[in-house]
């Protein structure tokens, strides 16, 4: 689901309203009739704790954007996995592009099974998750610390550096960079930018490299790696 949180229900931002317009307006378009859009609001106590308690997002970050995950039986929001806080008016063709990529990577619904090696869009890890190389020798998981790692057999090759700092949520977004987040939402590190969305991956290659790669037409374009390969 695609969850728009604001201040305010009855009095909502110049920002917020046409935030509201461009994703009713997407819902319309015949391959995307089935994306479930919601609402929330910080001038309903309820919806505002559970905003700031579960989804971790506070009046700081309003209107905010948010990918969040929905229960399979009661279909109800369970957690976030992406957001885009401070949306304006100027940012509507992303917020378009992004809610099209959360469309078409969750179908609106739910998450695509992660394959062993890989992430994708609106796909995570939580604290002690991992994605491992096809060849069972690499792997790169978010440790109970909140440290990134990158190890061979358990020997560490590479790490973010962000033990201590709060990371619980790795998240591969829809314009390409890989985001580790504390559970208040604030980024505690993230990889380069690809720049627009796009069809991106994330893999955990034989060779002992994390790459992030941008898949088009005819080809596939390196985006950022660990440069960890043959190591």
Not at 151 to 162: A, D, E, F, H, K
Request: proline share 5%; net charge positive; glycine share 10%.
């Amino acid at each position: 689901m695609i969850l728009l949180i604001g201040a305010s229900a009855n009095n909502p931002t110049a920002d917020q309203a046409a935030a509201l317009a461009r994703l009713k307006g997407l819902r319309q378009q015949q391959a995307f009739r089935q994306l479930k859009i919601g609402t929330m609001h910080f001038d309903r106590p309820a919806e505002a704790r559970f905003a700031s308690q579960v989804l971790g997002v506070d009046r700081a970050q309003l209107p905010c954007l948010c990918l969040v995950q929905l229960d399979s039986q009661l279909q109800r929001p369970v957690r976030k996995l992406y957001a885009m806080p401070r949306i304006t008016r100027q940012q509507l063709e992303q917020v378009e592009s992004m809610g099209k990529m959360w469309a078409q990577s969750a179908g609106g619904l739910t998450l695509p099974q992660t394959a062993r090696n890989r992430l994708v869009p609106g796909q995570t890890l939580q604290s002690g998750g991992s994605v491992t190389s096809t060849n069972g020798q690499y792997t790169f998981a978010l440790q109970g610390d909140g440290n990134l790692v990158l190890s061979r057999y358990g020997n560490p090759l590479w790490g973010s550096q962000t033990n201590g700092q709060g990371g619980v949520l790795l998240s591969m977004a829809p314009d390409g960079i890989l985001r580790l987040t504390a559970a208040n939402g604030q980024v505690v590190w993230q990889s380069r930018s690809a720049g627009s969305p796009g069809n991106y991956f994330f893999e955990m290659q034989d060779d002992g490299n994390a790459v992030i790669y941008l898949q088009e037409p005819g080809r596939t374009v390196f985006v950022w790696s660990t440069e960890t390969p043959g190591r």
